[in-house]
């Protein structure tokens, strides 16, 4: 099972980004796909889940700015970042399962600083 993931890096403060995460290994289609990410000094949070037949839910502080989405065609999941805050600034982790307590990726850093 492999993970990798891709985008990330420094955004200024209102900006956007997507992440992906493409998944090799598993019936991607068939398991639900989750984001999470880890602040500076701060424990894992739950940031989005994707299931397989579509369902999607957001924890509260990305509710209308964060949006997942996946292409079981290319075994990705995306996360689209919109309206970003300095306090969005972790490592983002995608993870198969939900929760995001799943097996995980690599994690990749988003920083978001003016």
């Known amino acids: 099972v492999q993970l990798v993931e891709s985008g990330g890096g420094l955004v200024q403060p209102g900006g956007s980004m997507r992440r992906s995460c493409a998944a090799s290994?598993?019936?991607?289609?068939?398991?639900?796909m989750s984001w999470a990410r880890q602040a500076p000094g701060k424990g894992l949070e739950w940031v989005s889940d994707?299931?397989?037949?579509?369902?999607?839910y957001y924890g509260d502080s990305m509710k209308g700015r964060f949006t997942i989405s996946r292409d079981n065609t290319k075994n990705t999941v995306y996360l689209q970042m919109n309206s970003l805050r300095p306090e969005d600034t972790a490592v983002y982790y995608c993870?198969?399962?939900?929760?995001?307590?799943?097996?995980r990726g690599q994690g990749t850093q988003v920083t978001v600083s003016s």
């Open positions: 993870a198969i399962g939900v929760s995001g307590e799943g097996f």
């Open positions: 290994g598993v019936t991607f289609s068939s398991f639900a």
């Open positions: 994707i299931y397989s037949d579509g369902r999607r």
